[in-house]
């Protein structure tokens, strides 16, 4: 019998340790986790920031090279050979 009411006792301690364990230390540990991920975040998008040319308001840039996408045409691409079915 003492070892039924041990046993009880060991699991209702460590169910009341789990509870506390996500009422009180879960939450902070999330809130740390995301507190670091969003100054991670904005660090970055700082440094993005920072690498975009500032421009006066109302003046604008185009970057377009037409011959930068064009795919090129090879000349050896291979002689064209007709071929017939044989039966």
Do not use: C, S
């Not at 009880?8 to 169910?15: D, G, H």
């Not at 090279?65 to 050979?81: S, T």
């Amino acid at each position: 019998m003492p070892n039924l009411l041990r046993t009880i006792l060991i699991i209702l301690l460590i169910y009341f340790v789990i509870r506390l364990f996500t009422r009180y230390v879960m939450p902070f540990l999330l809130r740390m986790f995301v507190n670091k991920a969003q100054r991670n975040f904005e660090q970055k998008m700082n440094e993005m920031h920072g690498q975009q040319e500032q421009r006066p308001e109302g003046e604008m840039r185009v970057d377009y090279n037409p011959n930068k996408n064009q795919k090129k045409k090879k000349d050896d691409d291979g002689e064209y050979v007709d071929y017939e079915e044989v039966d």
